[in-house]
């Protein structure tokens, strides 16, 4: 199993840009959830989805939207880029609400 | 609303030594406590979960304790090595809940 993945490790956006950061896990895991992680402010929780086309936000929801069209994927999309979304984000995933999550390697984002 | 704490942002150790880390956590009342690590540029990695009716749970050189009347959970790793060098992260909370993370502990393990 491949676990959690994420692409791209390292993206560099002009503010006004958009992109779409991928996660997929082939755990057959029902909950997944977006963090991004900033120096001195922890792991806060952006998006989750507690399955197939059902999601919510989390702490720090603005500027970002997401989807859960499968239970493997949970793309999160940055419409349009802000020099305050410069961080790294983490996709994770566990068998349900409040179990061990499993965290995918980060994508490290700049936004210029 | 939630507040975790840590007990310091960085924490320095002689190799061989027991590092203490605590984990401290107001305004709500959790039924577990989870411990992460998360090593530079990596996503935390699960280390121990611990639930409210356990006193102490143990793993290899790793103890953790959970105190539901001081709020607080202390990790300890017993004859620490370079190799335990990393950031480690408590989570407190309950089952169907979103997970809130503590800001973490960099613990340095010095040879």
Known sequence: NAGVTQTPKFQVLKTGQSMTLQCAQDMNHEYMSWYRQD???GLRLIHYSVGAGITDQGEVPN???VSRSTTEDFPLRLLSAAPSQTSVYFCASSPGGGETQYFGP???LLVL | SQKIEQNSEALNIQEGKTATLTCNYTNYSPAYLQWYRQDPGRGPVFLLLI???EKEKRKERLKVTFDTTLKQSLFHITASQPADSATYL????NYGQN???GPGTRLSVLP
């Open chain 1, 63 to 65: 500027g970002y939207n």
């Open chain 1, 39 to 41: 120096p001195g402010m």
């Open chain 2, 90 to 93: 408590c989570a407190p909370h």
């Open chain 2, 99 to 101: 997970f809130v993370f």
């Open chain 2, 51 to 53: 639930r409210e009716n």
């Open chain 1, 106 to 108: 980060g994508t490290r």
